[in-house]
Nanobody, 123 residues
Framework: VQLQASGGGLVQVGGSLRLSCTAS????????IGWFRQAPGKDREGVSC????????FSAASVKGRFTISRDNAKNTVYLQMNSLKPEDTAVYYC?????????????????WGQGTQVTVSS
């Protein structure tokens, strides 16, 4: 059972990245899926959450209008499209199965974590 996050990298301010989260050993459509991030010296925070079917999606105020979460259950993959990136978006991004509901995030309720992918936004 594994979640694999990918797509991070170094990008300039205003640039875009698309993160992917792929599951192996289980099917993602059983779970709400969240993207979390953790910047150096800060707590891990919820960024975006998508319901099992993909019909409902939520994003934190800090990224609303810039980040879009989506999922393709046929490919067992969830995406995070990040546009208009800012230096404050620099963090390690993690995908997680479970642990988010209707825009609220519960770290202790995450059932599976991805390994994290680094996003660095340079000015």
């Amino acid at each position: 059972v594994q979640l694999q996050a990918s797509g991070g990298g170094l990008v300039q301010v205003g640039g875009s990245l698309r993160l992917s989260c792929t599951a192996s050993g289980f099917t993602l459509d059983y779970y709400n899926i969240g993207w979390f991030r953790q910047a150096p010296g800060k707590d891990r925070e919820g960024v975006s959450c998508i319901s099992r079917s993909g019909s409902n999606a939520f994003s934190a105020a800090s990224v609303k209008g810039r980040f879009t979460i989506s999922r393709d259950n046929a490919k067992n993959t969830v995406y995070l499209q990040m546009n208009s990136l800012k230096p404050e978006d620099t963090a390690v991004y993690y995908c997680a199965a479970g642990g988010c509901y209707s825009g609220s995030y519960y770290l202790t309720e995450v059932e599976h974590w991805g390994q994290g992918t680094q996003v660095t936004v340079s000015s």
